[in-house]
């Protein structure tokens, strides 16, 4: 018996690799600082969980509408809208179990087989994944370091584009560089994705956990609204890794292809999570905001036990939760050629857990710099300045 062919191109999330790792290793009696998974340890708002509970006790555990409830597409519909200064309505939004689903629904309505897709790298490794599943060519841009953090490399992006390329994902508030772009670098993005046709998947996961200022997005900008995808999740914004629950947002056209998608895949979202998240829309609920200051205290921790260590200089993300060290003076100082080896020592030696480069994509060519990435969402501060004195002790060292 025989398997399908094109698994050999279906990729995975390898950050979980890592988390299995960590798990075996706190198995022996160690106690784990977990930097590794963008997971967050703070507890869904009382008021979600409230309103899902009186969900379930109202009944509504059965099916409901593929695209999703009613009540929940106008929701979101009048959130992303109000949010980003543009129109939308329930007709323009899809349910989806999650924010991970838009990325393949999207590739599957938008991409032929042979078709070039575009895709951040180092990016969501499921990105690549998805595209390359489906028949179609992921084709890698990135980033280059700057001493305010990480920007688009434009000009790689532009010299990318050919008569192939059908679509463009743009994860603004970037995993795991925590790159954010300032409004010229978003249109000119934009105006590349105009001049050439693209159909745009904007990976708005991050939008709501930004320190400072207001969030922009892509859609906003003259012609990119009938062309622009929104990933939309609850996530992150209100702590709801696990209760995946999430939309695409965008053009009905590509909307309605969608909706069968989810009939095909899983019938609906779940009923009850559907109400309890109008509810959270739709209140006024100090969850979010509680949610992002202590967010923002990991981050300053994360910087602060980081920037402490002999090597590492990294600037203040303004959004996700992520820190992208550049690690390459200590891989020198300690004569490793694989980033992957110093993860591995830093789990063994220090206890800390963290993901590199390699878990984001493939290398590129000519790829040089060593990377490893920091999550501070599921981990508090006392336990961050604990793990990173351990770390920064290790990383000293030289072996």
Known sequence: MKFAKQLSRLGTETAFAVSG???????KGHKVYPFHLGDINILTPDSIIEATAKAVRDGHTGYCPGAGIPELRDAIARDVGIKRGIEYSSENVSIQPGGKPVIGKFIMT??????EVLYPNPGYPIYESQIEYNGGVAVPYGYVETADGFALDLDALRDAITPKTTALIYNNYQN??????????MEAVAKLALEHDLWVLADDAYYEIQYSGQPMTIADIPGMQERTVILYTCSKRFAMTGWRLG???GPSSVIDVINKFNTNAESCTPHFIQRGMVAAIEGEILGP???LNTLRERRDACINGLNAIDGIDVATPNSTFYVFPNVNRIMERKGLRDVNALMEGALKRS???????KHFGRLVEGESNHYIRFAYSGIDVPDINAGLKRLKTYFDSVD
Do not use: H, K, L, Y
Not at 110 to 115: A, C, E, L, R, T
């Open 176 to 185: 795991p560089n925590g790159a954010q772009s300032t409004r010229e670098e």
């Open 247 to 249: 939309a695409a947002v």
């Open 21 to 27: 790792a960590a798990t075996q290793w706190a198995a």
């Open 351 to 357: 206890n800390v857990s963290f993901c590199t480069r």
């Open 289 to 291: 905001a509680d949610i």
């Open 110 to 115: 938008v991409m032929d087989p042979g078709d």
